[in-house]
């Protein structure tokens, strides 16, 4: 007799934005940019070595994506953080890959390299999203 396996628990701490829409950009599907997925992949330069990749750039704790030729602000962002003591690394990838691969002009990245939350702008309050996106609030 076989025992049943007991369902998984997985833990989901990512923020959703209501006002995504469904679609496919880039050869990435609308679900892999999706809070509480693995970020996608995006080379940052033409090496393509050690230091090209999005992920070797990621910081230790949450990364923040600044996404685009003229990229959203995230100060309310970094002063919630900083306020806080959660690690924030703030890193700009110019042009419009990045930008269409994401969707959004700014993604906030866990420690897990998993999808926090994105959107053109920061909501009004940066805490609220901080605190969800680390299981604080």
Not at 43 to 59: I, P
Not at 96 to 119: F, I, K, N, S, T
Request: proline share 8%; glycine share 14%; aromatic share 4%.
């Amino acid at each position: 007799m076989l025992a049943a396996t007991p369902p998984r628990r997985t833990s989901r701490v990512s923020a959703r934005n209501d006002s995504e829409t469904r679609s496919r950009c880039s050869g990435i599907s609308w679900s892999a940019k999706r809070p509480g997925k693995t970020i996608p992949h995006l080379w940052l330069d033409g090496g393509r070595g050690a230091g090209s990749s999005l992920y070797d750039r990621l910081g230790a704790g949450f990364t923040l994506l600044r996404l685009g030729a003229s990229p959203p602000d995230g100060a309310a962002l970094c002063a919630a953080a900083a306020d806080r003591g959660v690690p924030l690394t703030v890193l700009d990838v110019p042009g419009p890959v990045g930008r269409e691969l994401y969707g959004r002009g700014l993604a906030l990245v866990r420690p897990d390299q998993h999808l926090a939350w994105r959107g053109d702008r920061l909501p009004r309050d940066a805490v609220s999203l901080l605190a969800q996106v680390t299981g604080a609030g």
